[in-house]
């Protein structure tokens, strides 16, 4: 670029006199887009770009800066290839071989840009079936036990991952579509909400239940919808007409199944009139869950219950809460020869955690009792009597006969 510029000056002063300014500044404009096109062209040639990536934002428009794919150096997007020829060299001499270095006989050619692609592309499949974070590859730990197990791999930067699951989540979305417009069979949805505890974020979850050619059973999720706002009836209905126009099945469609939520009921109303008005003859139901409905049956019938299984959460919150008695009963099941199994507290969002809160006690319930004797100024009062344990297993023996 030095020399783009001197050669400007001498042009400037040699026709400043004789042409008009604004011609000379579209000149330069011209000039620096050449000369700056010309190095990026010729900077590509290099070979220092096999181990060098240049980062864009999100959006896929604005250079960032320019990172190493071997370590988590990372350089301004100006930086010349001698700046990053020579951190190869430092940093990496055992990996880079320059161009102009004769290669070795018995050194190892590195992989195609084909082979380099498949590798990444089964690295993505692996980082989203098991839900690590793109973040993992620039982890050194992760980056040595690649390059131990192929040392000619170069491991991709967050952001190529990034672009990698979107590519393959895009080509799933792809043959899905295809899939199921060779099916023949009518369509039922199942859809819910769920809330992350993680950053508190909603999300409509919709799957697709249906019989394939071969008179199987298959059931696929269609969409995992972000939900911003208040959860109305309508909103949802909205993310539901969207979803079946994308795939094409709304004139497949017979059922929805959802909870018992007002917002859910008026989906399903509103969307028998969608589908009815839009497809004359078309039978569509929409059910209510009948586990969800089994399981407000329960938690009501819990709230007349007598105060024992009350008693029994306090217990159980009084061990959970506190590291003294949890060594201790950790401490008896050894002596015991036993393996420790944790209090379980039941959770009212959770379906059979009181059943599952109630059968951890029943099954630990000899060294339970030793720790109670161990701390009775501390759990005498909270831990059920035998009357009391009387009456919780009844509620136990009728859960298993309601339930099975």
Request: glycine share 2%; aromatic share 12%; with cysteine.
């Amino acid at each position: 670029m030095k020399q783009f510029y001197f050669l400007f000056a001498i042009l400037y002063f040699s026709f400043h006199n004789y042409l008009p300014h604004h011609f000379l500044l579209q000149f330069y404009y011209f000039l620096n887009l050449f000369f700056k096109n010309f190095c990026l062209l010729f900077s590509k040639m290099s070979d220092v770009w096999k181990y060098f990536e240049k980062v864009k934002d999100d959006d896929n428009i604005i250079l960032l800066s320019i990172n190493c794919q071997l370590c988590e150096a990372v350089y301004a997007i100006s930086t010349a290839t001698t700046t990053l020829r020579r951190h190869l060299i430092g940093t990496h001499s055992s990996t880079y071989i320059p161009n102009n270095q004769p290669k070795q006989p018995n050194q190892i050619p590195s992989y195609t840009l084909t082979e380099q692609k498949h590798i990444t592309t089964k690295l993505a499949q692996w980082i989203s079936v098991d839900l690590q974070p793109f973040s993992v590859v620039e982890q050194t730990e992760f980056r040595d036990f690649i390059y131990t197990l192929d040392s000619r791999y170069v491991i991709p930067c967050r952001q190529t991952i990034k672009q990698e699951v979107e590519l393959l989540f895009s080509q799933r979305r792809t043959n899905l579509k295809s899939e199921i417009n060779n099916i023949i069979s009518k369509i039922s949805l199942t859809t819910d909400i769920w809330t992350s505890s993680y950053n508190h974020t909603a999300f409509l979850g919709i799957t697709m239940h249906y019989i394939n050619n071969n008179w199987e059973v298959k059931k696929c999720l269609l969409d995992f919808i972000p939900i911003e706002g208040s959860h109305t009836g309508s909103l949802i209905l909205t993310k539901l007409i969207e979803l079946l126009q994308e795939f094409n099945i709304s004139n497949r469609v017979i059922s929805l199944t959802t909870d018992n939520g007002s917002n859910m009921l008026v989906c399903g109303r509103e969307l028998a009139n969608e589908l009815e008005a839009g497809f004359f003859g078309l039978s569509f139901s929409h059910n209510r869950c009948a586990a969800h409905i089994i399981n407000l049956a329960v938690k009501a019938g819990l709230k007349h219950l007598d105060t024992s299984i009350v008693k029994l959460r306090k217990f159980v919150i009084k061990i959970r809460n506190s590291q003294l008695l949890l060594d201790d009963l950790k401490s008896i099941c050894s002596i015991k020869n036993k393996k420790f199994l944790m209090p379980i507290q039941d959770i009212d969002t959770r379906w059979n955690a009181t059943y599952q809160m109630i059968e951890r006690q029943i099954f630990t319930r000899d060294v339970i009792e030793i720790l109670v004797n161990s701390h009775e100024n501390i759990l005498k009062d909270l831990y059920p009597t035998d009357s009391e344990w009387s009456k919780i297993m009844v509620y136990i023996i009728s859960f298993i006969c309601f339930t099975f």
